[in-house]
């Protein structure tokens, strides 16, 4: 019976993931990531750029605005969320401003 609970956790987090970059951290446990890959045109060949908008729960909110984040598929939390942060692979690089 336990060999049977552990298959069934491992084929729950055999889950399709993405990597992509956070845009936005104003709504409350939601961030909106850019996903970004390269496609090849079914006709032509040509290898294009296709960009998508992803809204993922985060929970904690340690995601923030430029960080390279990994998310995971998961089942539909609300109209437009249906990922989950997985984790945060690099964090932004903080711009310190000096002034004159």
């Known amino acids: ?3 049977a ?4 956790a491992v084929e729950r ?3 399709r993931t993405v990597q992509g970059v956070v ?7 939601t961030i909106t990531v850019l996903w970004q890959r390269q496609v090849k045109h079914p006709r032509y060949g040509k290898i ?3 960009n998508t908008k992803l809204h993922a729960h985060d929970e904690k909110e340690e995601a923030k605005e430029g960080d390279l984040v990994e998310l995971m598929a998961c089942r539909r939390l609300s109209k437009t969320k249906t ?4 984790r945060v692979v690099r964090r932004a ?4 401003q000096h002034q004159a």
């Open 23 to 29: 845009q936005s951290i104003k709504m409350k446990k």
């Open 83 to 86: 990922w989950r942060l997985l």
């Open 48 to 50: 294009m750029q296709r």
């Open 1 to 3: 019976m336990a060999d």
């Open 5 to 8: 609970v552990q298959q069934n």
């Open 13 to 15: 987090n055999d889950r």
């Open 93 to 96: 690089h903080a711009v310190a």
